[in-house]
């Protein structure tokens, strides 16, 4: 009896261990692709040469500017690309019908400000906005290899604009150029100063 027993068990878990370690290894993969696709952004120019635009102003994303404890850390300033964004309206609020979610090609580049006006890259995002994604018969929220993307929305009751002037909408960042000690898909980074300190 004990014998059956902890055959299945000894089975389900050497499933388990082998899945896990494949999804860490399509993980890996996909990331390394990311890395790839996205490296040429290093240079500022070079993304502002494909479309990507900088919003005016050029506004450096902190946790505490969000409404967020100021210890979780800072974003940066977000680069935008409006055609995969598919902007339809930027007053009051900035709108769009872009689903757009691959990482190979993301719709917003996150930089950390540099001495002398430079810019370094240090995440990559993908930003649906959420009364597009559900009209486009999505039932959930996008995820990336089971990281679900956060939504975001202002609270008019608050003088904080959550939502940094965009309608309610779906976000993931990446950060793939600068090691976040809280999660390489989390919000903000403590590693990571609006406006850079030296």
């Known amino acids: 009896m004990r014998t059956r027993f902890f055959l299945p068990l000894a089975t389900a878990a050497a499933l388990l261990l082998g899945h896990a370690a494949a999804s860490a290894s399509d993980l890996a993969t996909d990331l390394a692709r990311i890395r790839q696709a996205t490296a040429r952004f290093r240079d500022i120019n070079v993304a502002l040469s494909e479309g990507y635009v900088i ?32 902007i339809t309206a930027v007053s009051p609020r900035v709108n769009g019908v872009g689903t757009n979610t691959d990482f190979t090609h993301p ?56 939502a940094h002037g965009f309608e309610p909408h779906y976000e993931l960042h990446i950060w793939l150029y600068r090691d976040n000690p809280a999660g390489m898909f989390m919000p903000f980074n403590t590693r990571v100063k609006c406006p850079a300190e030296h």
Do not use: S
Not at 57 to 70: N, S
Not at 125 to 132: C, G, R
Not at 151 to 160: A, E, G, R, Y
């Open 55 to 86: 919003p005016p102003p050029a506004h450096c994303v902190t946790a505490e500017g969000e409404g967020e404890p100021k210890q979780l850390g800072d974003m940066g300033v977000h680069v935008i690309r409006p055609d995969l964004l598919g």
């Open 107 to 162: 719709a917003v580049l996150v930089y950390e400000p540099q001495p002398g006006g430079g810019y370094e890259l240090v995440a990559v995002e993908n930003l649906v906005f959420v009364q597009a994604w559900l009209a486009a018969g999505n039932l959930k929220r996008p995820e990336f290899h089971g990281n679900q993307y956060y939504q975001i929305i202002d609270n008019p009751l608050t003088p904080i604009d959550e």
